[in-house]
């Protein structure tokens, strides 16, 4: 853990504070260089509307934090590679195929998903995984 792990994971929960979703709200930071790249929340594609949830069910088109993240940095034109990735929950497994595709090289979480196959996944590709805890 570096001394900046904590202080971006409390960014990150902040920035999931502007998720539309009822059920769970995720919020990511990508950093690179000790400068956030990119951000992203959990929430519905740019121009859909903004419920996530249809009769306490999350709709499938409901983009995760870090799918957001890492999306809105390529089209940012910058790289990821070697980039941290902080998310308030550890990611799914379909978001850790992006991260890793995207050249990240370290995740920081700080809840538990309820599946665990998407940590198994990173750990398997290299990629550092560490769960830090905050207030």
Not at 92 to 109: F, H, M, N, P, T
């Amino acid at each position: 853990m570096n001394k900046f792990d904590e202080k971006y994971i409390r960014m990150a929960k902040i920035w999931a504070t502007n998720s539309y979703c009822k059920r769970r709200q995720v919020g990511a930071l990508i950093v690179k260089d000790k400068m956030i790249i990119s951000d992203g929340y959990n929430g519905t594609p740019s121009g859909f509307e903004n419920d996530c949830e249809e009769d306490n069910v999350t709709k499938p088109y409901v983009l995760h934090a870090e799918a957001n993240a890492i999306t809105k940095v390529a089209k940012s034109g910058n790289s990821s590679e070697g980039a941290t990735l902080y998310v308030t929950a550890s990611p799914c497994i379909e978001c850790s195929k992006l991260i890793i595709q995207a050249g990240i090289r370290r995740v920081v979480y700080s809840e538990e998903y309820r599946l665990d196959d998407g940590l198994k996944l990173l750990k398997r590709a290299g990629v550092e995984v560490e769960k830090v805890e905050t207030e």
